[in-house]
């Protein structure tokens, strides 16, 4: 089983085999608190997450990726760094053990940049020098879980969809005193107001999913710079719902990050096997 059959040449990506394994084997507005506002609105601070890690420049970067349907959880974690403002970044993706308990996975390299996610180690029937690439304005979801990651800067501009979120309080990430906000975010709405680069994906997901609202928790540093990002989605899948948390943790801000995307002899064109 695959989580979509998307229509992109060299079929399914990272997700479809997280899928294979699972198949193998609303926010809450009470929680409202009014103390360290500081006067801010939290849809006005929210909706400008993406413009702050812009400013910001770059960043590492951690990912996590839960799935589960029919009582089966597995879990993809993501390791890298991104440079904002030029919306490019580098992940290696950790795919989960087979069912068996049988780690037969090499991790996956992504490059992420506007309009394409570039794969290596992308599994049986890719040569191992070669790069998939898929344009990811052609995704159902718009690569928000198709790679088994949600490209950071995308995690942001989902946020500028923003219908209500309420300010939690404040907490602690990895050491760095933040502002927790909760609410629910809008993907059709966030492609219509987000950065040019990222709208093709967005309205590509905004057609894919079965719901267009998406539950988030957002934690912002006093600079307003996006710490973690925790998406909730839910899509169907040969008739069964797949839930899947996708959660983003940003810090080191200001890192050096090089990404160079393979040049055009290095994309593999042949057919992939699922």
């Avoid at 990222?198 to 912002?220: I, N």
């Amino acid at each position: 089983m695959v989580v979509q059959q998307h229509r992109v040449k060299g079929g399914a990506v990272a997700v479809a085999v997280a899928a294979g394994l699972i198949a193998s084997a609303g926010c809450s507005g009470d929680g409202a608190v009014a103390e360290d506002q500081q006067g801010s609105d939290p849809l006005v601070t929210v909706r400008g997450a993406a413009d702050a890690l812009v400013a910001a420049g770059s960043s590492e970067a951690r990912t996590s990726m839960v799935m589960a349907t029919g009582g089966t959880r597995v879990t993809i974690r993501g390791e890298g760094t991104y440079d904002f403002r030029k919306r490019m970044g580098q992940l290696k993706v950790m795919l989960p053990p087979d069912p068996d308990g049988a780690d037969k996975h090499r991790p996956i390299t992504e490059l992420l940049a506007p309009g394409a996610l570039y794969m290596k180690n992308r599994g049986a029937g890719v040569p191992a020098d070669k790069w998939v690439r898929i344009d990811t304005t052609t995704l159902d979801d718009g690569n928000l879980v198709t790679g088994g990651a949600t490209d950071p800067l995308t995690a942001a501009e989902l946020l500028r969809g923003t219908k209500h979120a309420t300010y939690v309080g404040r907490t602690d990430v990895a050491g760095t005193g933040v502002r927790h906000y909760r609410g629910v975010t809008d993907i059709a709405r966030a492609a219509r107001v987000a950065s040019p680069h990222v709208r093709g994906a967005l309205a590509a997901a905004a057609k894919g999913f079965a719901k267009d609202a998406v539950p988030f928790d957002a934690y912002l540093d006093d600079q307003g710079r996006l710490r973690k990002v925790r998406h909730r989605f839910d899509f169907a899948n040969a008739g069964r719902t797949v839930a899947v948390a996708s959660t983003t943790l940003l810090y080191a801000f200001g890192v050096p990050v090089e990404v160079r995307l393979p040049a055009a002899r290095d994309i593999y064109a042949g057919k992939i096997q699922a």
